[in-house]
Nanobody
Framework: QVQLVESGGGAVQAGGSLRLSCTASGTISVFNAMNWYRQTPGKQREMVATATSGGSLNYADSVKGRFAISREHAQNTVYLQMNSLKPEDAGVYYC?????????????WGQGTQVTVSE
């Protein structure tokens, strides 16, 4: 069974940095995409950054130039380096992984890690 475990969340002041990590277990397959989403109270979960197995990276406009996503394929790990954090970046960050195989598309989610950014 595939499991995603995030770490690295915490509380920082505006302008600070955090690095989130997410490691997948339960499969040796390389995910087609590993992504980060975030959710704040009253809002839908939104995509923050995506990284495909082919090396394509995409970011939400709100984090471009401040956040960087990276992957270690061998360890099925994805990172999110978050710099120049703003209070509006606060929320629960979820790791997401997509695996496309002979049985179709499977999507997995981590349990989430809290990021708090104070003024």
């Amino acid at each position: 069974q595939v499991q995603l475990v995030e770490s690295g969340g915490g509380a920082v002041q505006a302008g600070g940095s955090l690095r989130l990590s997410c490691t997948a277990s339960g499969t040796i397959s390389v995910f087609n995409a590993m992504n980060w989403y975030r959710q704040t109270p009253g809002k839908q979960r939104e995509m923050v950054a995506t990284a495909t197995s082919g090396g394509s990276l995409n970011y939400a406009d709100s984090v471009k130039g401040r956040f960087a996503i990276s992957r270690e394929h061998a360890q099925n790990t994805v990172y999110l380096q978050m710099n120049s954090l703003k209070p509006e970046d606060a929320g629960v960050y979820y790791c997401n992984a997509v695996l496309i195989g002979g049985r179709g598309k499977n999507t997995y989610w981590g349990q989430g890690t809290q990021v708090t950014v104070s003024e």
